[in-house]
């Protein structure tokens, strides 16, 4: 079985393989296109790992424990709150010959600032369903003013540091711990109707699993 830090470097790696393929096919950027687009490149990344078991698309958080149990129908649009919290795993990755023991459940956000809305169903899964971890992934990026690109690097650090806040404010009554996987700054050029523009990007990886117990 891979170890966590493999799993999460390939879910950094197929973030990179996603902004690549879509740069090169239209002059938006990977949080501007699909989600599943992002998705996909993750799945097909994954699948490279050596030993990997099982892993799905679009997952019921029940059958995490048991298959075809509690199966919903779910409906297009919005969801409410509740049905947030029921909602289907963007991917969920199971052990090895361990009769379909979930071992990592992966949401992916295009916009890093909704990494949020799924972190009580991730939460919940962690403490009910004892999963290893769950990994919020998603990708910042920010454009490059006046050949400015320190400046610009340093905005997407200080997003990426409030983010970090608004998770850890989020996790504090409860017993997990929260871990950014570290990944470079990229920067990159988009050929735009009215002229060339550069921008900085980075993959976002949040790994958030229960605290050790001494």
């Known amino acids: 079985m891979p170890s966590r830090q493999e799993i999460v470097h390939s879910i950094n790696e197929g973030i990179r393989k996603a902004e690549c393929d879509y740069r090169k096919g239209?002059?938006?950027?990977?949080?501007?296109?699909?989600?599943?687009?992002?998705?996909?490149?993750?799945?097909?990344?994954?699948?490279?790992?050596?030993?990997?078991?099982?892993?799905?698309?679009?997952?019921?958080p029940s059958r995490l424990t048991e298959w075809h149990r509690n199966r919903r129908r779910r409906l297009p649009g919005p969801k409410p709150f509740?049905?947030?919290?029921?909602g289907r795993c963007d991917l969920a990755l199971f052990?090895?010959?361990?009769?379909?023991?979930?071992?990592?459940v992966i949401e992916i956000k295009?916009?890093?600032?909704?990494?949020?809305?799924?972190?009580?169903?991730?939460k919940r899964l962690l403490e009910e369903e004892h999963l290893g971890f769950c990994v919020l992934a998603s990708c910042l990026f920010e454009r490059v003013e006046n050949n400015k690109v320190v400046e610009a690097q340093d905005k997407i650090r200080k997003r990426l540091r409030?983010?970090?806040?608004?998770?850890?404010?989020?996790?504090?009554?409860?017993?997990?711990?929260?871990?950014?996987?570290?990944?470079?700054?990229?920067?990159?050029?988009?050929?735009?109707?009215?002229?060339?523009?550069?921008?900085?990007?980075?993959?976002?990886?949040?790994?958030i699993s229960r605290k050790k117990t001494s």
């Open 26 to 60: 239209t002059t938006w950027m990977l949080h501007q296109g699909p989600e599943y687009f992002m998705t996909v490149n993750i799945y097909q990344s994954l699948l490279r790992l050596t030993n990997t078991s099982s892993l799905t698309l679009e997952d019921e």
């Open 110 to 122: 295009r916009n890093a600032q909704k990494c949020t809305d799924d972190l009580e169903r991730v």
């Open 82 to 86: 509740k049905a947030r919290l029921d």
């Open 95 to 104: 052990c090895l010959n361990a009769y379909d023991k979930p071992r990592a």
């Open 162 to 207: 409030d983010l970090r806040r608004k998770i850890n404010n989020a996790l504090v009554r409860g017993n997990m711990s929260l871990t950014l996987s570290r990944s470079r700054i990229e920067k990159v050029l988009f050929e735009m109707s009215d002229g060339d523009e550069e921008w900085v990007w980075r993959p976002i990886c949040c790994v």
